[in-house]
């Protein structure tokens, strides 16, 4: 998935606009999600998924597959939020179960209160990773650590984003190499085997890894690194003020949205 996100990055349609304009726009997006309220939420990542999907060009399928891994961690939380458990049953606990199972002296239950709590947390977290997605998907690395050391960001946190970056894929791809070898000699066929298997990927993760990182250090001061990452960037933007307006007048519709629900509700 990381050679997908990095070609399309490069190569999106809102390629051409400036890294700045994308980025403010995907973050006061992402500002509005995580203070309003569900209905805002809904609007939020149906508009960011619009313009991810039509306006940027981003298949829809990648889309999707990103959204579905994004969900399925969520549902995995989901649990935590619904389940509870009481040694001893109140009225207020009756009130707030919708299903229950005793257990020993007490029951589980699944709260109402912890169900809508938890639908809140998804929409909430949908809509913020719409957002996010529109920066990680239009906005090339280089591109946002060159905004973010324009803006003030402090050089040591531009760099470590890149090596973290950088090495999360790097990880991915030796991982990837350890498996299909493992594969290829049955390493999975049997439980034991399994075991064995996964023992011997996290060692060679860790072994190859640490030698990557070697190999890095030494190219980076075989290139004269004087303690500071600089970044060229050779393309020329161009402001849209039509994208402009359409995020602004957004915003303010959904600054707007959240005020009358916040008034009205």
């Not at 973050?27 to 313009?51: E, G, K, N, R, T």
């Not at 829809?60 to 891994?69: A, F, H, L, N």
């Not at 909430?124 to 905004?147: C, H, K, N």
Request: glycine residues 4%; contains cysteine; proline residues 4%.
């Amino acid at each position: 998935m990381h050679i997908h996100i990095d070609t399309l990055a490069y190569s999106n349609r809102l390629r051409h606009l400036p890294p700045s304009q994308k980025l403010w726009f995907a973050l006061s997006v992402l500002l509005i999600a995580l203070v309003s309220h569900y209905p805002v939420q809904i609007i939020i990542f149906v508009w960011m998924s619009v313009w991810s999907v039509v306006y940027a060009g981003i298949p829809w399928q990648i889309y999707g597959s990103m959204m579905v891994g994004v969900m399925t961690f969520l549902v995995t939380s989901m649990p935590a939020l619904v389940i509870e458990y009481a040694s001893s049953i109140s009225p207020q606990i009756q009130a707030d179960s919708l299903w229950h199972i005793g257990v020993w002296d007490g029951q589980i239950y699944l709260s109402r209160q912890g169900s809508i709590q938890a639908i809140e947390v998804l929409i909430r977290s949908l809509a913020s990773t719409s957002a996010l997605f529109l920066i990680v998907l239009t906005i090339p690395p280089i591109d946002l650590a060159t905004t973010c050391q324009k803006i003030g960001c402090p050089s040591i946190l531009i760099e470590l984003s890149l090596l973290v970056y950088r090495f999360i894929f790097l990880l991915a791809d030796t991982a990837q190499q350890i498996i299909t070898a493992q594969v290829s000699r049955g390493g999975y066929r049997t439980h034991r085997l399994r075991l064995n298997s996964l023992n011997l990927l996290v060692r060679q993760l860790i072994q190859r890894t640490a030698i990557r990182y070697q190999q890095l250090i030494l190219g980076v001061k075989a290139r004269g690194f004087q303690q500071e990452f600089r970044f060229w960037q050779p393309q020329s933007y161009q402001y849209s003020p039509r994208y402009a307006r359409e995020s602004i007048i957004g915003c303010c519709v959904l600054i707007i949205g959240e005020l009358l629900y916040r008034s009205y509700v």
